[in-house]
T-cell receptor, first 114, second 115 residues
Framework: NAGVTQTPKFQVLKTGQSMTLQCAQD?????MSWYRQDPGMGLRLIHYSVGAGITDQGEVPNGYNVSRSTTEDFPLRLLSAAPSQTSVYFCASSAGTGKESPLHFGNGTRLTVT | AQSVTQLDSQVPVFEEAPVELRCNYSSSVSVYLFWYVQYPNQGLQLLLKYLSGSTLVKGINGFEAEFNKSQTSFHLRKPSVHISDTAEYFC?????????????FGTGTQLKVEL
């Protein structure tokens, strides 16, 4: 059981470039989300989805887009990378959308924007 | 809006000593509370959660936490730590209103267990 799989593990971009961080889960979870982790700031929610075809903004959505065409996949797109987007990005999923459901995290994508 | 405060950014402790990692939250509505652990170069894993009922909850790896509503705290404890407990620990809160399973995380506490 792979759980939540994120690719790539590492990425270096130049300012202005675009890219997509991939996230896939094989647990048939309804809820998926993207967080960014920065030193001293914990994890902050970027976007989330409560099911295929439904997405919504989190705490820090600017500069990022998401889509949810299937239950399994939830890609995060950086439209025009900026140095402020240098961070570690985590995808997470949970069974159902209930607030009691624990999140299952991927191993992260470490992004550097120069 | 809810918030989570982890008062200690780093906690050094000797192996086999007890440890307490502190977490306080603020929210005007009822919450669910969680502790997650992050080992180096990995994602977060659930340690334990408080939803309702007994205020003392037990998690994996010998950790436990106590929910104190009057003090709005959810401190994490372990009576005897091991080297393998070295990791970063995050407290998180989920409010019971609004849509989606949105967790608000604290800034994390780095637990360093030394010989």
């Amino acid at each position: 059981n792979a759980g939540v799989t994120q690719t790539p593990k590492f990425q270096v971009l130049k300012t202005g470039q675009s890219m997509t961080l991939q996230c896939a889960q094989d647990m048939n979870h309804e809820y998926m989300s993207w967080y960014r982790q920065d030193p001293g700031m914990g994890l902050r929610l970027i976007h989330y989805s409560v099911g295929a075809g439904i997405t919504d903004q989190g705490e820090v959505p600017n500069g990022y887009n998401v889509s949810r065409s299937t239950t399994e996949d939830f890609p995060l797109r950086l439209l025009s990378a900026a140095p402020s987007q240098t961070s570690v990005y985590f995808c997470a999923s949970s069974a159902g959308t209930g607030k009691e459901s624990p999140l299952h995290f991927g191993n992260g994508t470490r992004l550097t924007v120069t | 809006a809810q918030s989570v405060t982890q008062l200690d950014s780093q906690v050094p402790v000797f192996e086999e000593a007890p440890v307490e990692l502190r977490c306080n939250y603020s929210s005007s509505v009822s919450v669910y509370l969680f502790w997650y652990v992050q080992y180096p170069n990995q994602g977060l894993q659930l340690l334990l959660k408080y939803l309702s009922g007994s205020t003392l909850v037990k998690g994996i790896n010998g950790f436990e936490a106590e929910f104190n509503k009057s003090q709005t705290s959810f401190h994490l404890r372990k009576p005897s730590v091991h080297i393998s407990d070295t990791a970063e620990y995050f407290c998180a809160v989920s409010i019971l209103t609004g849509g989606g399973n949105k967790l608000t995380f604290g800034t994390g506490t780095q637990l360093k267990v030394e010989l």
